[in-house]
């Protein structure tokens, strides 16, 4: 009986942990995370203040907790196989930025946290999972596209091609229709594809006889 108990109270306590979660989601992407207060997260979860502290110390450690969450739900992405694009780059983009966009529509938080240039000094701790994996990911995908850089021309790669999506991935979710944010898209892949072209011929030409 006792463990039946105890069973039901963490059920309980992931349930409210989840309920928290998505009410800071939805207002860290409405109000951004400088302006979201505990006190607002706890009114939009339907909890007491001190139901929320039962849980989460402050508003970094609920970043945290939705870093680390973050970072779970992009690693399924991982499985995205871009080299089936073989050697056209805009293909292989297309194939790697679709999920990214559609992570970020599903995710309202995650924009107002993480995919951001300007990121708070007291976030930074919180978000290095989600930026690790990000990083990881994009650099396994440079080496897999353009196979003669070395490591400092991937991690150069890897730099612009993270500021080139924060820069412009909000406003592909904050477009105003369909069409827009198709549109948005459509210019992101496009400067990507023709970065990494640039890129790829330039590893390629130091790669010939001389």
Known sequence: MAEVQARRRQER???????????????????????????????????????????????????RAMAERYADQLAQLDDVD?????????????????????????????????????????????????????????????????????DGGISTTVTVVLHMVRGLMPAITAAASDESRATLARELERSLTAYLEAVAAEAASAQRPR
Do not use: W
């Open 82 to 150: 871009v080299t089936s694009a073989g050697d056209d780059l805009g293909l292989a983009v297309r194939a790697a930025l679709g999920p990214i966009v559609a992570f970020n529509l599903q995710h309202p938080g995650f924009k107002a946290l993480f995919a951001r240039t300007d990121m708070p000094a007291a976030m930074r701790d919180a978000v290095a999972p989600v930026h690790e994996r990000i990083e990881a990911r994009v650099a396994a995908l440079v080496a897999a596209l353009i196979p003669g850089l070395d």
């Open 13 to 63: 306590g992931r349930a409210r942990i989840d309920q928290i979660l998505a009410a800071a989601a939805a207002t860290f992407g409405e109000l951004g995370y400088e302006a979201t207060t505990t006190n607002a997260i706890a009114a939009r979860a339907g909890v007491s203040p001190g139901s929320l502290y039962q849980f989460f110390a402050n508003k970094e450690d609920i970043a």
